[in-house]
């Protein structure tokens, strides 16, 4: 195996104990205190986070990025910034502060005044890891990224559990918020054993701030639109239903979020290392689409197939109204992970700009849908996402297109034998469940049938990536083998 696959290959396996054990241990952590608290807890909190999430961006301002996409970075670069976020994101702190009272306002409840004065506190804590997770993510070292997370996670979420268990409410995940949030940012201080010189550069900071400045732009727009549907359900309708939607929101994102960030986590800096080797860039980065594919396509399906015995036994019956809306946003993710290869690919080639440039593209499209479906109600707004997740998958693929020559069309075409098998996994689970009664047969039985039906049409068809996946967990046991 090459160094390049062997890293890669590895980086891949790294992210995913760190993303799928690490965030699978925040989950069940999650559900334990879904249990306790109230759906109008979590849309308390899903009120603030457009807020949170727009800062925490801001405060990175592409920066990071930027570090890895570029060949000659040094302790001047990142020492430069390191000081600019920490600044930053001080100066953003007091903002939130004195902007509290009018959030209140804005959604009528002024309990949200302390809350976000309270929350927005992480915002500072996690600048003190941006730059570490740069360095971490340059060298590859997603092993001890990993390691710092389910620290971070087993720590906060059992204080977060007594929290809630002691009666704590909404403030119960607050603590849980600040708490992962001030682990990791020392953690990474420990394992990364860097401090900042004392010095600013502003060459550097030019330098840095002309690619990342553009990366900041679209983040910001890409935040501010995908969390636009928080601001705007719990503005038009009550805390209970914002609470099922972010519920929905966080097991969606569990799966395809959770893919998407080990891609990209992964893909950009093996893909930015190839930069200078065109035709091997592309041909890394299309397996890249097709891992996704292979991943993500059956994995959302399945959750959408189960989403009714998934919701009755984990969160209880109180629950019941977050089914419809995980369905439809499951099937609203699923290209979500390819999507973000198609952009991850310009900030690879340094073309930032067209990265702003198709997002801003995307914004009248999708205030369009919210127009139309806000008056219709919360399923109209889900399956309005679901739409916009398919047009955007096609705005995305625009650049790739002229680039590579692989642009929508031929990017389905080299996936249709992973949907082909999905759309028969899917077939097989919905059939078997349909006589069952018990949930949680069900759920567990659908599940084994849905893995391994899945597993065996794709040797069938001989998918490459289930090759190349066997391929790789047999010579990692061989390894451990006696």
């Not at 860097?194 to 060459?203: D, E, I, K, Q, R």
């Amino acid at each position: 195996m090459s160094t390049l696959k062997h890293k890669t290959a590895t980086g891949i396996l790294w992210n995913a104990i760190d993303k799928f054990a690490v965030q699978g241990i925040q989950f069940l952590l999650g559900i334990i205190i879904a249990r306790i608290l109230s759906p109008s807890d979590f849309g308390l909190i899903g009120m603030l986070t457009i807020f949170i999430v727009l800062a925490q961006l801001l405060i990175d301002s592409g920066f990071g990025k930027a570090l890895i996409q570029k060949k000659n970075r040094n302790d001047v670069d990142f020492s430069t910034v390191f000081y600019f976020n920490l600044l930053f994101s001080i100066i953003l702190y007091f903002i939130l502060f004195f902007t509290a009272p009018l959030i209140s306002q804005f959604y009528n409840i002024p309990t949200l005044t302390i809350l976000t004065r309270v929350l927005a506190l992480s915002i500072i804590i996690n600048s003190f890891s941006v730059v570490q997770t740069a360095k971490f993510a340059i060298g590859l070292e997603f092993k001890k990224m990993a390691l710092i997370n389910f620290i971070a996670v087993i720590i906060s979420g059992t204080i977060g559990i007594i929290a809630a268990y002691s009666g704590f409410g909404v403030w119960s995940l607050v603590i849980q918020t600040l708490t992962k949030a001030f682990i990791v940012a020392l953690l990474f201080w420990i394992f990364s054993r860097w401090t900042p010189l004392f010095v600013f550069s502003f060459a550097s900071f030019k330098e840095l701030f002309h690619f990342g400045s553009k990366l900041l732009g679209a983040g910001v727009i890409a935040t501010f639109f995908q969390n636009i549907y928080t601001l705007l359900i719990g503005k038009f309708f009550s805390a209970s239903t914002l609470g099922y939607y972010t519920r929905g929101v966080q097991f969606s994102e569990f799966s395809s979020g959770t893919i998407t960030s080990i891609l990209q986590n992964v893909s950009f800096p093996v893909l930015s290392s190839l930069q200078d080797d065109k035709e091997k860039l592309f041909a890394v980065y299309k397996k890249f689409v097709r891992l996704s594919a292979f991943i993500i396509f059956p994995l959302m399906t399945l959750l959408a197939l189960l989403a009714d015995p998934f919701i009755r036994i984990l969160l209880t019956d109180k629950w019941l109204l977050t089914i419809p809306i995980l369905q439809w946003l499951c099937f609203a993710r699923i290209f979500t992970p390819i999507s973000t290869l198609n952009m991850n690919i310009l900030n690879v080639l340094g073309r930032s700009d067209l990265f702003l440039k198709l997002d801003i593209l995307k914004i009248p499209i999708m205030v369009a849908i919210l127009v139309i479906a806000l008056p219709l109600g919360i399923k109209a707004v889900v399956i309005g996402s679901l739409i916009d997740s398919f047009i955007a998958f096609f705005i995305n693929t625009y650049y790739p297109g002229k680039f590579f020559n692989f642009g929508a069309v031929s990017q389905l075409k080299e996936i249709s034998k992973i949907m082909l098998a999905t759309l028969l996994m899917a077939a097989i689970v919905f059939f078997f469940c349909y006589f069952m009664d018990s949930m949680v047969l069900k759920l567990f039985s659908g599940a084994i049938l849905g893995v391994s039906s899945y597993l065996f049409i794709s040797k069938v068809l001989k998918i490459n990536e289930f090759c190349l996946i066997e391929e790789f967990f047999f010579k990692t046991l061989l390894k451990f083998k006696p």
